[in-house]
């Protein structure tokens, strides 16, 4: 049980396009759902945290123009990174904590792969 | 203060040892410390997690000692394998519910046979 996945789980996209990036519970609800990005040998840093029915909340320095962040639902969170550049290509990492539990795990997703040319 | 650090950058273990790897941290509201093991090209995978009011937790070959007093924890693996290869990650729970992790700078663990 406590599956995240996303999707895409690589993407490669032209320099100026934006691209959509999937979060979900598979078997769980969550309120709040984590956006990470992870550069080579680095370790993850959180850009937002998300949460369903409200604004996401961003970390100092993240742009919430450029990381648009949406959670729809309590099973879907979604990260669209707008106009994309090279300096954005990363990989990035969702997690989500189960909804009416007393366990404190974050459940991961596998990560996506971004590649802006 | 909202920073955990982590040490050694990288490891390399024998087959059948013991890996150690260190955390410390700073601010005594942290609540719930994870380690997290992660693959190359994969997500994170929650290994072991300890509260503050527990000074270790074992599961297995993995073992978590916290010294409260010394804002140190840190992540213990027996016998060690070569599956075991991979980057290790701790994290601490900042305070406010807000259930934010903040993660170690992590460290890549080489097990050779």
């Known amino acids: 049980g406590a599956v995240v996945s996303q999707h895409p789980s690589w993407v490669i996209c032209k320099s100026g396009t934006s691209v959509k990036i999937e979060c979900r519970s598979l078997?769980?609800?969550?309120?709040?759902m984590f956006w990470y990005r992870q550069f080579p040998k680095q370790s993850l840093m959180l850009m937002a945290t998300s949460n369903e029915g409200s604004k996401a909340t961003y970390e100092q320095g993240v742009e919430k123009d450029k990381f648009l962040i949406n959670h729809a639902s309590l099973t879907l969170s979604t990260l669209t990174v707008t106009s994309a550049h090279p300096e954005d290509s990363s990989f990035y990492i969702c997690s989500a904590i189960p909804l009416r539990t007393v366990t404190d795990t974050q459940y991961f997703g596998p990560g996506t792969r971004l590649t802006v040319l | 203060q909202q920073q955990v650090k982590q040490s050694p950058q990288s490891l390399i273990v024998q087959k059948g040892g013991i890996s150690i790897i260190n955390c410390a941290y700073e601010?005594?509201?942290?609540?719930?410390f994870p380690w997290y093991q992660q693959f190359p090209g994969k997500g994170p995978a929650l290994l072991i997690a300890?509260?503050?009011?527990?000074s270790e937790k074992k599961e297995g070959r993995f073992t978590i000692s916290f010294n409260k007093s010394a804002k140190q924890f840190s992540l213990h693996i027996m016998d060690s394998q070569p599956g075991d290869s991979a980057t290790y990650f701790c994290?601490?729970?900042?305070?406010?519910?807000?259930?934010?992790?903040?993660f170690g700078q992590g460290t890549t663990l080489q097990v050779k046979p």
């Open positions: 994290a601490a729970r900042g305070s406010g519910n807000t259930g934010k992790l903040i």
């Open positions: 300890i509260r503050p009011d527990v």
């Open positions: 078997d769980f609800q969550a309120t709040t």
């Open positions: 601010n005594t509201a942290f609540d719930y």
